[in-house]
C-alpha cells in the first residue's frame, strides 16, 4: 500500500535527530565556518551520546553507519523499513542543522561506512568503534577512481602503500584511513584494493589540510604515503592477492557507494531544507506568504519561485527514501542511489543559490547562514560521485551500455 | 466574428497561398474555425431520475493510516494497474494518431475504458462503484497507465468519471440518486467537471463564471474552456463564483436553456474533442447547487484535479522515456548510436530521473488523501513538477528524435503538445 510518510517509528529518532541540529549544530555552525581546521570538540559529546543511541537500537545511526546487505530484507515480500530509511531521515535532520559538522562527528566517517558494509569479522572487532577516513581520490584520479596510481607490494607478511591522496574528509582527526590502491597499475579496476591505515603510521604523513568553498568545519587532508607498510590482514574485506581476482575487487570496494549515495543525497536533502524554511520565513516577514491552494503564476514572482524550488526539493526528497527504502527491502538500487544522488545534489545547489537570491543581502552577508548553505551545497554535487558520474551510472543502465561504450 | 472575417478575406485574397500549395490546407481550416465559430446546442441528454431513494449521501471511507514507508501499490491497486497497462498498449496506443489527426477518440475505446470499471472509482460502493475505500492511488494508477498509452484519449475517457467522482465525493443524497445509477449502468453518459476558463493567469478560486440567485433559483453565466467532449456531454459540474457563498459546484443537465457549446480545438489532448461551455442566463433549481462542494471542499476539488493531470504527465513522460530508449540505441551517427554519446544519454537519464520524481511526488500526495490527510502542499507540489519536468520531457522526446521528432511519423511531437497541458489544465479530471 502506497504511503511515502515518514514512518511513525522513526519519529522519536527524527526529532531526536532535529533537536541535535537545532540545540548543537546550528548555535556553533557559523564558529566552525570561520575557524576552519580548528577541531569542533562541541561533537565529542555528541559522538559519545550517538554511539549510545547505536548500542541501543535497530533504527540504525544519524550518520554513515554503513550498511551490510545481508542485514536487509528477508525476501518474503513483507515491506520493511530499516536501517536505510532511519539513516538516511537523521541525515536530513542534521544535515538541516549543519552538513559540515555532520561529515566532522567522530566514527561516522566514510571509512566506517566501508568497515560497516565490508569488513571481514575479524576486521569488525579490530577496527569497529573507530574512526575511520575514507583515502580514494589523488591528483591524477578522481571520479576515475580505477586510476589510481598508489601502489600496494606484498613484502613478506606486509603490504608496501607508496602514492599520493588528497581530499580525505576527516584525514586529520580519524584514527583510521581506508586508502585503496592497486596492487598491478598494468590491470585496472580488477587490482584495486582498500587497506585500513592506522593514522599513526609514520608511512603516511600528513602533507596539508585544504582550504575550502564550504563545509569548512569538516577538515580536508591530504597524504602522502612513503613505504607505508601494513599487515597484511589490513586489507579490507578479507585478503585476495591475485591482482586479477574481478570476483571482490573493485566491485566490491564500489559496493560501499551503493549504500552511501543515499546517504549524501539526504545531506543534500538537509541543507536544501534548511534554505528553504529560512527563506520562508524571511519572505513572510516582507509579506510573501507561499499559497499552495493558488495556481504559482497567480502569486508574486517571489512565492512562484519558492514553489518551484520547493517541488524540486520534494522530489529529491523523495527519490532519496525510495534509494533507502529499496535497500532496506534488499532490493537492487543501484540507479535509484544515483538518481537520488543526481537530483539532490543539483536540487541542493540551485535551492541554497536561488535562496540567497529571494532574501538579497541578508542571504549573501554572513549575519545569516543562508550564504554558508550555498557554499556548502556545491560539495555535495560533488563528492560521493559527481553529478556527471551519477548520470552516466543511470544512462549505462538504461540504455545498457558498458563503460567502454558509454564513455 | 467581424475582424475575423476581415483577416481570412486578406488572407483568401493574397497569392502566396497558392505558391506553397497551401490553398487546400487553408480552406480546410476556414471551414474548420468557422465550424468552431459557431455555437450549437448541448447534446440532447437523458433523464436523470432517481432510481432509488437516500437517506443521507453515499461517502467513501478513507483508508487506515498506514505506518511504514512503501512504494508497492496494494494487490487491488495492481490489478488495476496491470490491466489499464495492458489495454492501453493493445488498444490505446495503436489508435492514438488516428484519434489525435481526428480529434476524437474511437467510441468503441471509450465504451471498452468504462466497462475495466475507471470511470467509478469515485463512485461510493453502496452506490454501484467498484472500490471500498477512498480511490486517489489507484485513480493516480490508472490514470498514469492510461496516458501511457495516449494522453488525449486518457482525457476523452477519463473526463466522465471526473464528474462522477465529484458527485461522489460532495453531491447531496438526492444528487446521488439521480445522477449516479446512470455512470455504473451499461451507458454511462458524457459529463464533466468544468473548472478552467478562458483567460490568463487563471486561478480556480477566482472565479469569473458568476451563479446569482433569482427567488429560489441560481442563474449562471460564464464560459468554461478545453471541455472533454463539450458537445456529447449530457451532464456538466460547473464551477461558479457564486452569491453569498463563493466558489462552488452546480450540476447541470445538457438540456438546461442558456447552455451552448463551441469547438475549441488546442495544440494537444485532440482526441478528446475539446470545446467550451458558454452558460448564458442558465437557470437552475435550488438543488443544482453542489451545497458540500464550497469552501476547503471546492479547493479539494481543485487539488484532487491537479493531481489526476499530474497522473496523465507521468504516463505520457513514462511513454517519451520509453520511446526514446530503443531510438537512441538504433539511430546512429558518426559511426556509432547516438546513445554513446554523454549529451544523448545525459538528456534520457534526465528524463528518467524527473519523470521518477514526478510519479513519487503525484503518488505521496493521492496517498495522503487517501488517509484523510492535508495534501494541497503536495499536491502543489506535484503540479509544480509536473508543469516543469513535464513540458520539458515533452521537448527533449522531439529533441532526441531531431527533425524525424517533429514529424508526425513518430509520437514524440504529439507528447510535446500533450505534456504541455499539465500545467494549463484545472478541474477536468479527479482523483
Known sequence: MINLETPSKFKPLVSQAHQVATEVFRPISRKYDLAEHEYPKELDLLASLIDGMNEGSDTGGAGAAGVRRAANGDGSGENRNGSNLSTVLSIIELCWGDVGLLLSMPRQGLGNSAIASVASEEQLARYGGRWAAMAITEPEAGSDSAAIRTTAELDGEEYVLNGEKIYVTSGERADLVVVWATLDRSVGRAAIRSFIVERSNPGMKLERLEHKLGIRASDTAAFRLEDCRVPKEAMLGGERTDAKDTKEGFGGAMQTFDNTRPLVAAMAVGVARASLDETRARLAEAGVEVDYAKPALAQSAAAARFLEMEADYEAARLLTLQAAWMADNAQPNSVQASMAKAKAGRTCVEVALGCVELCGSVGYAENELLEKWSRDAKILDIFEGTQQIQLLIVARALLGKSSAELK | ?431
Not at chain 2, 353 to 366: D, P
Request: hydrophobic share 45%; with cysteine.
Open chain 2, 1 to 431: 466574428m467581424g475582424m475575423g472575417l476581415r483577416a481570412l478575406n486578406a488572407l483568401a485574397g493574397s497569392e502566396l497561398l497558392d505558391r506553397v500549395h497551401a490553398r487546400k490546407r487553408f480552406e480546410r481550416v476556414v471551414y474548420r474555425s468557422t465550424k468552431s465559430g459557431f455555437r450549437s446546442a448541448t447534446a440532447a441528454g437523458r433523464t436523470f431520475k432517481a432510481a432509488q431513494q437516500l437517506t443521507r449521501p453515499a461517502r467513501q471511507a478513507p483508508s487506515k493510516p498506514r505506518a511504514l514507508f512503501d512504494v508497492t501499490p496494494d494487490e487491488e491497486q495492481q490489478m488495476f494497474q496491470e490491466a489499464v497497462r495492458d489495454y492501453a498498449a493493445e488498444k490505446v496506443r495503436p489508435a492514438a494518431t488516428d484519434a489525435d489527426a481526428a480529434r476524437a477518440t474511437p467510441p468503441e475505446l471509450l465504451a471498452q475504458t468504462s466497462e475495466l470499471g475507471i470511470n467509478t472509482l469515485g463512485v461510493p460502493e453502496e452506490l454501484g462503484g467498484v472500490v471500498q475505500e477512498q480511490a486517489a492511488v489507484t485513480s493516480v494508477l490508472v490514470g498514469e497507465a492510461l496516458a501511457h498509452g495516449d494522453m488525449g484519449i486518457a482525457y476523452a475517457a477519463l473526463a466522465p468519471g471526473g464528474a462522477a467522482a465529484a458527485i461522489g465525493h460532495w453531491g447531496d443524497e438526492r444528487q446521488q440518486a439521480s445522477y449516479l445509477p446512470a455512470f455504473t449502468g451499461e451507458h454511462p453518459p458524457a459529463a464533466a467537471l468544468c473548472l478552467l476558463e478562458p483567460r490568463p493567469l487563471f486561478d480556480p478560486l477566482k472565479l469569473e463564471t458568476k451563479a446569482r440567485r433569482d427567488g429560489e433559483d441560481w442563474i449562471i453565466d460564464g464560459a468554461k474552456a478545453l471541455v472533454a467532449r463539450a458537445g456529447e456531454c449530457e451532464l456538466f459540474l460547473v464551477a461558479a463564483d457564486a452569491q453569498g457563498i463563493g466558489p462552488a459546484l452546480f450540476v447541470l443537465e445538457s438540456g438546461v436553456a442558456g447552455l451552448s457549446v463551441q469547438d475549441e480545438p488546442a495544440m494537444g489532448l485532440r482526441a478528446a474533442s475539446t470545446g467550451r461551455l458558454l452558460l448564458e442566463g442558465a437557470r437552475v433549481p435550488a438543488g443544482a447547487l453542489v451545497a458540500e462542494a464550497q469552501g476547503d471542499a471546492y479547493a479539494e476539488c481543485v487539488q484532487r484535479a491537479r493531481l489526476a493531470w499530474c497522473a496523465l504527465a507521468v504516463g505520457t513522460a513514462q511513454a517519451v522515456l520509453d520511446y526514446v530508449i530503443p531510438y537512441v540505441k538504433e539511430r546512429r551517427a558518426f559511426g556509432e548510436p547516438i546513445a554513446n554519446r554523454q549529451a544523448v544519454a545525459f538528456a534520457v537519464a534526465d528524463v528518467a530521473i524527473e519523470t521518477a520524481g514526478m510519479r513519487l511526488a503525484t503518488y505521496r500526495a493521492a496517498a495522503r488523501a487517501d488517509q484523510g490527510k492535508s495534501f494541497a502542499r503536495e499536491a502543489a507540489l506535484a503540479r509544480e513538477l509536473c508543469a516543469k519536468h513535464g513540458m520539458r520531457i515533452g521537448s527533449e522526446g522531439v529533441q532526441l528524435l531531431g527533425g524525424h521528432g517533429y514529424i508526425k511519423e513518430h509520437p514524440v511531437e504529439r507528447w510535446y503538445r500533450d505534456l504541455r497541458a499539465a500545467g494549463v489544465m484545472e478541474g477536468a479530471l479527479l482523483v
